[in-house]
């Protein structure tokens, strides 16, 4: 059996609370707060935990922050591989004014990782990956962490023969699809930054879509749109997937659970179309659960149902 493990190299515990309602320059009563720790593929693996599924996290922490959140993961049951860092890892906080149902997101950067933390996580990969695994790369980098890290990600998946997901921004996903990658899932605006395009209409989607598959070394990938479905994109063809209209509470972490999903139903053996149809149906659950919680199976599953029923027609 092939393995999942995801790679974050700047996690974050983000905290949440709320109040009655946010007034400048008084002192405010906050709810207790809760925590949960985070960052793109510690999301991907919580989301993977939630669907029943087992992953390896491999991330860097330090700091007495660090060790809460390795306690965090350990509550969890989610296996870890943690590379020690000098820096704290950092926290964010959300704050929700009650009165007005708005929620505030406030969120610092991330510590500086010093050339030898960030190698030593490359060198845990090679120790870690094997031929058919999945190596989920999800998340910004880090100050300290070069631009083409997810880059040197790729060459040693490709080298192990295995499959690297990637999901990332800025300058690190530029540096990122020069390389041999599985399945990329970038949003529309991720894909304009790489094309170096302001805007992409509907209508001209599948054609960019195709233009960029054919001038990068990618099998798979798929366009997230949020409300709007996500559009899968092969060498071949493009398809639409559809998602079904909810009430939304939140939107943190469901690109995550959509990585989640989508990772799942390749290590199953499902095709291209119910990974993604799988992914999308991931993606909408976590949008029904309040901050921290990402999907559910049991929405996964109701949600799959009408995306494969639309699909099809």
């Known amino acids: 059996?092939?393995?999942?493990?995801?790679?974050?190299?700047?996690?974050?515990?983000?905290?949440?609370?709320?109040?009655?309602?946010?007034?400048?320059?008084?002192?405010?009563?906050?709810?207790?707060?809760?925590y949960y720790p985070g960052g793109g593929g510690i999301n991907v693996s919580r989301a993977i935990r939630n669907l029943e599924g087992k992953s390896t996290a491999i991330y860097l922490a330090g700091g007495l922050s660090g060790t809460h959140f390795q306690q965090l993961m350990e509550a969890r049951g989610i296996e870890q591989k943690v590379i020690p860092q000098e820096g704290r890892t950092r926290e964010n906080?959300?704050?929700t004014d009650r009165e007005s149902s708005l929620?505030?997101?406030?969120?610092?950067?991330?510590?500086?990782?010093?050339?030898?933390?960030?190698?030593a996580s490359l060198e845990?990969?090679?120790?870690?990956?094997?031929?058919?695994?999945?190596?989920?790369?999800?998340?910004?980098?880090?100050?300290?962490?070069?631009?083409?890290?997810?880059?040197?990600?790729a060459t040693i998946v490709n080298e192990k023969k295995a499959f690297l997901i990637l999901d990332t921004k800025e300058e690190g996903l530029k540096e990122a699809v020069k390389n041999p990658i599985f399945?990329?899932?970038?949003?529309?605006?991720?894909?304009?930054?790489?094309?170096?395009?302001?805007?992409?209409?509907?209508?001209?989607?599948?054609?960019?879509?195709?233009?960029?598959?054919?001038?990068?070394?990618?099998?798979?990938?798929?366009?997230?749109?949020?409300?709007?479905?996500?559009?899968?994109?092969?060498?071949?063809?493009?398809?639409?997937?559809?998602?079904?209209?909810?009430?939304?509470?939140?939107?943190?972490?469901?690109?995550?659970?959509?990585v989640a999903g989508m990772t799942l139903s390749l290590l199953k053996g499902k095709?291209?179309?119910?990974?993604?149809?799988?992914?999308?149906?991931?993606?909408t659950a976590a949008t029904l659960n309040s901050d921290g919680h990402l999907c559910q199976k049991e929405d996964v599953s109701k949600l799959y149902s009408w995306i494969k029923r639309q699909t099809l027609n």
Request: hydrophobic content about 40%.
């Open 1 to 34: 059996m092939n393995n999942i493990f995801t790679l974050t190299v700047n996690p974050v515990i983000d905290k949440t609370t709320t109040v009655d309602s946010l007034i400048a320059n008084c002192k405010l009563k906050c709810s207790t707060p809760k």
């Open 93 to 95: 906080l959300s704050v």
């Open 103 to 119: 929620q505030y997101r406030f969120g610092v950067p991330g510590p500086f990782i010093n050339e030898h933390e960030w190698t």
């Open 124 to 153: 845990l990969i090679k120790t870690q990956i094997k031929r058919g695994d999945y190596l989920v790369a999800s998340g910004k980098l880090p100050p300290g962490v070069p631009s083409n890290y997810f880059a040197l990600v």
């Open 183 to 258: 399945l990329f899932k970038p949003n529309l605006g991720e894909l304009c930054s790489l094309l170096n395009l302001s805007f992409i209409s509907y209508k001209d989607l599948e054609r960019l879509a195709m233009i960029f598959m054919t001038t990068h070394p990618c099998n798979i990938m798929v366009v997230s749109m949020g409300s709007k479905g996500a559009l899968l994109a092969t060498k071949e063809n493009c398809t639409f997937i559809p998602a079904p209209m909810v009430r939304e509470k939140n939107r943190i972490g469901a690109g995550d659970s959509m």
């Open 271 to 283: 095709s291209y179309v119910e990974m993604a149809q799988y992914g999308v149906a991931c993606g």
